[in-house]
């Protein structure tokens, strides 16, 4: 192995894997409760939300686009779900109006984009307002509560010793892999990253490939929606503050590039998702307060940005 192949690998997924593990291991030393099950159960079950969001900012990312409005569409799609569920009783059918308001939502930022060519920085900046905006008029910016007691079961559910949000990431990020790596889908939303012109010379059909990650976003970050609805029990028009900085970190850190579309992992997002629960975890069990946690959190999205730096550097 060369030099350069190795620091390509350092740079990658089995560089963030090292970090993860240290961090672990300082956390464990700090304080033995962080590796306990019972924590890193609970580190897995607060990865669920981000990682879920992550995995659909991944394929935008890799069509070289952004869309900072993840947060707000968790918080409108739980809220329409929410509100479904409390008048019918039924968590399945609230769930559904959930996951087909992300994907309305996503397309209407795939559509601003793709059909209108419009930046998508500044479309999904927009409709981050507009759609939070939406979330806080039609719940007069309350909570919504009193869901029925099945709403819990994705949160409070297990199988095989495992929760089942911990089932439902693994099958999500399993059906991504397969999407991207062995379906014609994937091999064109790389392309359309990579050089969005020398794909549609080849014949890919760029407006709609920007259309569809957008489309595929928009479902993840409500299915992200549904994830936190079922732990909080509620729908809250204030949810999903930051999820778009948290989801681009986990990207980014996983070795997707935010400088040069069609470089990037669906398993690299995983363990970026990972690492930033991990770390937000052993935060709160050293007591360290919130403000101080705001502060990490802005360095570990530097330091990715810094990361795909060096990545682009050694390519």
Not at 137 to 166: D, S
Request: glycine residues 12%; contains cysteine.
């Amino acid at each position: 192995m060369t030099a350069n192949s190795l620091k390509k690998l350092i740079a990658g997924k089995l560089g963030v894997f090292f970090a993860l593990f240290i961090l672990c291991g300082i956390f464990g030393v700090l304080n033995p409760v962080f590796l306990s099950w019972g924590n890193i159960s609970n580190i897995l079950i607060q990865s669920g939300t981000n990682a879920v969001i992550a995995c659909g900012m991944t394929f935008v990312i890799l069509a070289a686009g952004i869309d900072l409005s993840v947060g707000s569409t968790v918080a409108l799609s739980s809220v329409l779900g929410a509100m479904v569920m409390m008048n019918t009783g039924s968590p399945a059918l609230g769930a559904i109006c959930a996951l087909v308001s992300g994907i309305v939502l996503g397309m209407i930022n795939g559509f601003f984009v793709a059909a209108l060519d419009f930046p998508p920085f500044i479309v999904t900046l927009s409709t981050m307002w507009l759609y939070r905006g939406s979330a806080y008029v039609i719940t007069h910016g309350q909570a919504i509560v009193n869901l029925p007691e099945a709403n819990m079961r994705l949160a409070l559910g297990k199988f095989l010793f495992l929760p089942l949000i911990v089932w439902l990431v693994i099958a999500v990020y399993a059906a991504c892999f397969i999407v991207l790596t062995r379906l014609t889908l994937g091999r064109k939303i790389y392309a359309t990253g990579d050089n969005s012109e020398a794909a549609r010379l080849s014949g890919v059909n760029v407006k709609f490939i920007r259309f569809a990650v957008f489309t595929i976003c928009g479902f993840f970050a409500a299915l992200g929606g549904v994830i936190l609805m079922s732990r909080l029990n509620s729908g809250q028009p204030v949810a999903g503050q930051a999820f778009e900085m948290n989801a681009i970190a986990a990207a980014v850190i996983g070795g997707t590039s935010l400088t040069k579309g069609g470089v990037g992992s669906i398993g690299g997002t995983l363990i970026g998702a990972l690492f930033i629960s991990a770390l937000l975890n052993g935060l709160v069990i050293l007591n360290v307060s919130a403000f101080w946690q705001q502060v990490f959190m802005g360095i570990v999205v530097l330091a990715a940005i810094g990361l795909d730096k060096y990545r682009k550097l050694i390519v």
